[in-house]
């Protein structure tokens, strides 16, 4: 058997795996479940109350389990790009071997590409080495790979619409938190968002117009717009140890409003009266529920990092059972102990004149809770929308080949001035989250992830044959599985539009 090229020995050394820092299973996990807790949870206890109990209850597990089915397709068709390149580099090789080998006059060296081959494909009852998720494959780089042009267009509009709602809910969120944190205490008997913003921020006694909440709202609005804003001309990576800190922050936060609505439960009883079933309240608590459940468009980046792979669908299932356990916790114990719900659930513990400089303390931490935890997301979101922005309509792989104002200038700007300038004429919360999460989220959710998972099986299939086995294949691989979810999807986009025209009329 002749010896192996240089340049062969090479690229066999060369590991097949993303290089950097690894995590054990549990580790991932938490990682997972930090990402979907996030702000989307301080949504559902006002969604909740409305849709009714019952009705919101079985809505989210069944929520949950569509979320979680479709998560199972991102991790297939990841498996299935890993496979795609993997079959790729070894054809790379070998016709470098051949060609090298030929100039030697060496016409035997087709026997020495069986030994690389082989062990990848293992045959029908050992699942094959061409399938992994060690090499991490993002969204946009599978809907390259296997969808078509139309496809892939497709794709990146939602992405795009999907994080501009992102933005603005975010800074909506931030602006209307820092709001309710300045201005003066709103009275008691006024439930209507829209009375709130035409109080003065501060009260006086003179007949003067006076200084606005939703002047205000504005004002923290483009505050922080020209804090985070300027970041997006940069490359910012999220580090480890700033991740750490915003998710203490997080549980910190969730825990202690879980506890004192328990708290408030035990003290005054039951002050909240939602019906057990509303279907009025189906199209928000259902945009609320989808963004709330949204980890797809970031699983490639945590779960290849993960040692262990073998039973990853089995943790992950058990992720989104603890998940939905803690939001019917969040929503139950916010819906019955508070009269009126705020869209935003930290917005009920806004801080009030209150003696105990303890309770003060904690309650100025949960009102400002969006500012400290969005704030760090906000620059990571926008530069994924400019880097997707550039994905879409420029050559990534020779953007300096572009002029300054294409390549450092234009895309930043258009990734942050239409949530600026969306954020700053509408401050309804809740009307956002419901176009964030039931269109562009239903698209990123249920559609991307089963449109991909579909042409990545025909893809591997024709390309690597039906006896190489992956062993990250979906558990609701029948089509049936994929045709359910389609169907799922578009009945409830046209529920969802109905509903807006209706109240619109």
């Given at each position: 058997?002749?010896?192996?090229?240089?340049?062969?020995?090479?690229?066999?050394?060369?590991?097949?795996?993303?290089?950097?820092?690894?995590?054990?299973?549990?580790?991932?996990?938490?990682?997972?479940?930090?990402?979907?807790?996030?702000?989307?949870?301080?949504?559902?206890?006002?969604?909740?109350?409305?849709?009714?109990?019952?009705?919101?209850?079985?809505?989210?597990?069944?929520?949950?389990?569509?979320?979680?089915?479709?998560?199972?397709?991102?991790?297939?068709?990841?498996?299935?790009?890993?496979?795609?390149?993997?079959w790729k580099r070894l054809q790379f090789i070998k016709r470098n071997s051949i060609t090298e080998n030929e100039s030697d006059e060496e016409p035997t060296a087709q026997t020495s590409y069986n030994d690389l081959e082989d062990p990848l494909v293992c045959g029908d009852t050992i699942p094959s080495r061409y399938y992994s998720l060690d090499k991490r494959i993002e969204l946009g780089e599978m809907a390259n790979l296997f969808l078509n042009k139309a496809g892939r267009t497709m794709f990146y509009c939602t992405l795009c619409v999907y994080l501009y709602g992102d933005l603005s809910i975010y800074s909506a969120a931030v602006a209307k938190s820092l709001m309710d944190v300045i201005c003066s205490t709103v009275p008691a008997n006024l439930t209507n968002s829209t009375d709130w913003d035409i109080l003065p921020c501060f009260h006086s006694n003179t007949s003067v117009p006076t200084y606005t909440r939703f002047d205000c709202y504005r004002v923290a609005l483009l505050t922080f717009f020209g804090a985070m804003g300027p970041f997006v001309f940069f490359n910012v990576q999220k580090t480890k140890y700033l991740q750490l800190f915003t998710s203490g922050m997080r549980w910190l936060a969730f825990a202690i409003m879980i506890s004192m609505a328990i708290h408030l439960l035990i003290a005054n009883g039951p002050q909240g009266k939602p019906p057990a079933f509303d279907v009025t309240g189906m199209p928000t608590l259902f945009g609320a529920c989808v963004y709330s459940f949204m980890c797809h468009h970031s699983l490639p980046a945590l779960i290849s990092p993960i040692r262990g792979k073998s039973r990853l669908g089995l943790h992950l299932?058990?992720?989104?059972?603890?998940?939905?356990?803690?939001?019917?916790?969040?929503?139950?114990?916010?819906?019955?102990?508070?009269?009126?719900?705020?869209?935003?659930?930290?917005?009920?513990f806004i801080p009030t004149d209150n003696e105990n400089v303890f309770l003060e303390i904690v309650e100025y931490f949960l009102a400002l809770f969006p500012v400290f935890t969005l704030s760090t997301s906000f620059p990571i979101i926008a530069i994924t929308l400019r880097n997707n922005l550039q994905s879409l309509f420029l050559d990534t792989s020779s953007l300096e080949s572009y002029n300054f104002v294409f390549r450092k200038l234009l895309f930043p700007i258009?990734?942050?001035?239409?949530?600026?300038?969306?954020?700053?004429?509408?401050?309804?919360?809740?009307?956002?989250?419901?176009?964030?999460?039931?269109?562009?989220?239903?698209?990123?959710?249920?559609?991307?992830?089963?449109?991909?998972?579909?042409?990545?099986?025909?893809?591997?299939?024709?390309?690597?044959?039906?006896?190489?086995?992956?062993?990250?294949?979906?558990?609701?691989?029948n089509m049936a599985w994929a045709i359910f979810v389609l169907i799922w999807s578009f009945v409830c986009i046209i529920l969802v539009s109905v509903d807006m025209f209706e109240k619109k009329s």
């Open positions: 058997m002749p010896r192996r090229p240089w340049f062969l020995k090479k690229l066999l050394r060369m590991p097949l795996t993303e290089s950097g820092d690894q995590y054990s299973i549990w580790v991932g996990l938490i990682y997972i479940f930090n990402l979907i807790v996030g702000t989307g949870a301080l949504t559902l206890p006002a969604a909740f109350a409305r849709a009714g109990w019952g009705l919101s209850t079985i809505s989210l597990v069944f929520l949950a389990f569509m979320s979680f089915m479709n998560a199972t397709y991102v991790i297939e068709t990841m498996a299935c790009a890993n496979a795609v390149f993997k299932a058990l992720d989104y059972a603890l998940i939905s356990v803690f939001y019917l916790l969040l929503a139950f114990t916010g819906a019955f102990a508070f009269s009126h719900l705020n869209d935003l659930y930290t917005l009920n258009v990734a942050v001035v239409p949530p600026l300038l969306l954020t700053y004429f509408l401050e309804d919360i809740s009307m956002l989250i419901r176009f964030t999460g039931s269109y562009a989220g239903t698209g990123i959710q249920y559609l991307m992830p089963t449109f991909l998972v579909l042409s990545a099986r025909r893809h591997c299939t024709s390309l690597l044959g039906y006896g190489v086995i992956n062993k990250y294949k979906s558990p609701f691989s």
